[in-house]
């Protein structure tokens, strides 16, 4: 079963039928979540900053999150990541694929393994055969989505500087946002292949020569709402048939 994490501006799942609110108890804490069926096959649904986005970036609970997932029956997880573009030739509204992580949070649980010494690979962080469900959902819809990037996170809540984007550049980061870490690395610790889309609000600080909008940043994220569903309605038929 395919389960989706969305974040910032993305508080439901469009097309969603039978759903079936349910809290699940987990070791690490209690996490709501939604099932029911999505194109024809069953999901589970995650709002990561909860419905009313109430839980900000650092307070989110990502262990209890990808936990609950694995206890509904979840076996692989596609997410959203809103972000801004580090890339001047790629701005608000594009799609693009995360292969990469550089994680810059502090602070926060990150790991499965407290008590157990266990090293989880991160060659392959974001799923390969998730990707390429997702760029050839893209391509026979007729979506441009950019096939891979590097995806910097930051603690949040505030926006980044002018100079931490630029050092999160000279990196090699290509997107900045606040809530892809810990996730991905959970999500592989206990073995669910993860992919996430980048979905760009925004240029990020500094690169625009403007200060960032928050009712701007909202309206670009309601304009790629449609495609970015119709995406995943058509991978969610490719996992299906796997």
Do not use: K, W
């Not at 157990?116 to 391509?139: E, W």
């Not at 979506?143 to 100079?163: D, K, M």
């Amino acid at each position: 079963m395919l389960a989706f994490i969305t974040g910032s501006g993305f508080y439901t799942l469009p097309g969603l039928t039978e759903p079936q609110n349910r809290s699940v108890e987990t070791e690490y804490g209690q996490v709501t979540l939604t099932t029911g069926s999505f194109a024809g096959s069953p999901v589970a649904f995650l709002a990561r900053h909860g419905a009313d986005h109430s839980v900000a970036p650092h307070r989110i609970n990502y262990r209890a999150n990808i936990a609950a997932l694995a206890e509904v029956g979840a076996t692989a997880i596609l997410a959203t990541a809103v972000s801004g573009s580090l890339d001047p030739a790629v701005g608000p509204g594009a799609l693009r694929l995360v292969d990469q992580f550089i994680d810059l949070t502090s602070g926060r649980n990150f790991t499965f393994f407290d008590e157990a010494v266990q090293h989880t690979d991160m060659t392959d962080p974001y799923s390969p055969a998730l990707r390429a469900m997702l760029l050839a959902a893209a391509s026979a819809e007729g979506i441009p989505l950019i096939e891979s990037g590097t995806y910097v996170c930051f603690n949040g809540p505030r926006f980044e500087t002018p100079a931490e984007i630029a050092m999160a550049a000279a990196m090699g980061a290509h997107l900045v946002g606040m809530t892809g870490c810990p996730e991905v690395a959970l999500a592989n610790e206990l073995g669910l292949p993860y992919a996430s889309v980048g979905v760009v609000s925004n240029l990020a600080a500094g690169l625009s020569g403007e200060h960032l909008s928050l009712d701007e940043i909202m309206a670009i994220l309601e304009s790629t709402a449609e495609p970015l569903y119709r995406i995943f309605a058509r991978v969610v038929t490719l996992h299906s048939a796997a």
